[in-house]
């Protein structure tokens, strides 16, 4: 009973217990007009149809509006209310405002070195198609002289980041999507508390969902008072708005604008296989980056946190240092849910595409559109090896089950799909031909890659591509093959809750 009690009055009871009562007013005000049938019935069809005839003219991925359509027409008015509270990425006046302005001081403080396109033109001229598209869409440069460094491990990147930190000088900015109370958290924030006290400038942002039950609401006041400049993203709140599904789910952390860190690892015991081992053995990866390319993610950082400030504008940028010529070409990269593009999910696809060998993916997730399902088998027909990791012990059950829906139509296109035994796989990591790599935030699920607030980095001939395809190497003998025999065990009412999933996956 006191289990009970104290998850219900714990915050997140009480904002589930607050969006409850919202939804059982809406269905009280359903239900209470029910004496006027007829014409609520004839209503209902002319706005679920309306609905739907607006939704078919919208742009967007068809998947997202097929799954809208038939929650619509099955459930006319609740499904309709529900599109208006939910649905799509809807910007208020004010919100637009901000968002040009971020857009605008992007533009205003990245620009492409055209120098560097033509050194990557000279390597491959269809390189630059990447980089052209990047530049253009979200103003962020393909850079060189940038030293690169990957890990296969949290605990790896771990090692570094404690390493590192000590070192800083002038400035700490850290963006996570969870931070959590342990170790790992400990040791961090005792080493930002003495930079604090020493005079170095930290600025430090988390997304309140993701750490809504790992963190104290006000979690942000206790680190203020240690001198530690804290805002909590998009606070989550007991009301119905569609702004709940926009997170800030980048990861990064930037020492002096001379080093920065990106990937999958959040700031919390789990990813460094410390403490509860529920999900077996948790693999993830991360990059570090020194030189040029840092620049631009600082900018990345500084656009966020204004973002939460209300547009105080871009700091001058921090000293860069100076490195000898490292190889290859670093561009790093963000996603913003608030626009019509979807950066992170054309990446990928550009790398499929121009694949001439082999791509190989780790996810965590495996929940595609039938587009992207198109695109990967289309490049395995073509005999392209590709290949996709995915976890062998879930963390969500019920996602685990929306990734194995989309395994069938994968293996049967000539896919090969892999389970990572161990345990959870949490690496977002492309690999293609020994030459390209895409590591960072972005998940192959529809909130990460039409949602969520993401970051990545496209590595190009850098010095690291080598070790992540010894990562891979490493890993596909830890793994289960999944075959077609396999699938073809599944039995019916199996087969038909994947079905449902997946329909209704893009609205999950």
């Known amino acids: ?11 997140v009871g009480m904002v589930s217990l607050g969006i409850l009562l919202q939804l059982l007013v809406l269905l009280a005000s359903l239900l209470w007009f029910r004496e006027y049938a007829p014409v609520i019935n004839t209503l209902s069809a002319i706005l679920s149809w309306g609905f739907v005839l607006f939704l078919l003219a919208q742009n967007g991925n068809p998947a997202y509006k097929l799954a809208w359509i038939i929650l619509i027409l099955g459930f006319p008015v609740l499904g309709a209310t529900l599109y208006l509270i939910f649905g799509g990425n ?28 033509e050194a990557m ?111 909590a993203f998009n606070r989550f709140v007991p009301m119905l708005d569609s702004r709940l599904n926009n997170r800030d789910h980048r990861k990064f952390l930037i020492i ?30 991360a990059v570090r980056l020194a030189g040029d390319a840092v620049y631009p993610i600082t900018v990345m950082f500084l656009s966020m946190w204004n973002y939460v400030r209300k547009c105080e504008g871009i700091d001058p940028p921090p000293v860069l240092q100076t490195l000898p010529e490292a190889a290859g070409f670093v561009q790093p990269y963000l996603d913003s849910p608030l626009d019509e593009e979807a950066v992170g999910r054309n990446v990928f696809i550009n790398m499929i595409s121009r694949a001439r060998r082999y791509v190989w993916i780790m996810t965590p997730y495996l929940i595609v559109d039938e587009a992207m399902d198109e695109i990967l088998t289309t490049a395995a027909k073509s005999g392209i090896d590709v290949r996709i990791i995915t976890p062998g012990i879930p963390d969500k059950p019920t996602v685990f089950e929306m990734t194995r829906a989309n395994y069938e139509p994968l293996l049967k296109g000539g896919v090969r799909i892999f389970e990572y035994t161990p345990g959870f796989v949490h690496s977002k990591l492309f690999l293609a031909d020994d030459e390209s790599v895409a590591v960072g935030t972005v998940n192959l699920d529809f909130r990460s890659l039409y949602l969520h607030f993401e970051d990545g980095v496209w590595l190009y001939r850098a010095a690291c591509v080598s070790d992540v395809r010894a990562d891979f190497d490493a890993t596909f003998p830890l793994c289960r093959e999944i075959t077609a025999a396999d699938t073809a065990k599944v039995r019916l009412p199996r087969r038909l809750y994947r079905a449902v999933l997946r329909l209704l996956s893009p609205l999950m």
């Open 256 to 285: 002096d604008g001379k080093i920065a860190y990106t990937g999958g690892v959040n700031l919390a015991d789990e990813y460094a296989n410390r403490g509860d081992h529920r999900f077996g053995h948790w693999k993830d990866c």
């Open 1 to 11: 009973m006191k289990s009970f009690l104290k998850t219900v009055f714990s915050r």
């Open 121 to 231: 033109r000279s390597v491959d001229p269809d390189a630059v198609v990447m980089a052209r598209y990047l530049g253009s869409t979200v103003h962020c440069p393909a850079c060189q002289n940038t030293e690169t460094r990957y890990f296969p491990s949290g605990e790896d990147f771990f090692a570094s980041v404690l390493a590192d930190l000590p070192k800083a000088e002038h400035t700490i900015y850290l963006e996570y999507f969870i931070v959590e109370f342990g170790e790992i958290w400990d040791q961090i924030l005792r080493i930002l508390k003495q930079k604090a006290a020493a005079g170095v400038e930290i600025r430090f942002l988390y997304d309140d969902f993701g750490c809504i039950r790992r963190l104290p609401r006000h979690y942000d006041r206790e680190l203020e008072a240690l001198g530690i400049h804290t805002r």
């Open 90 to 117: 809807r910007l208020s006046p004010r919100l637009r405002r901000k968002m040009q302005e971020i857009d605008r001081t992007l533009a205003d403080h990245l620009t492409q070195d055209e120098t560097v396109i």
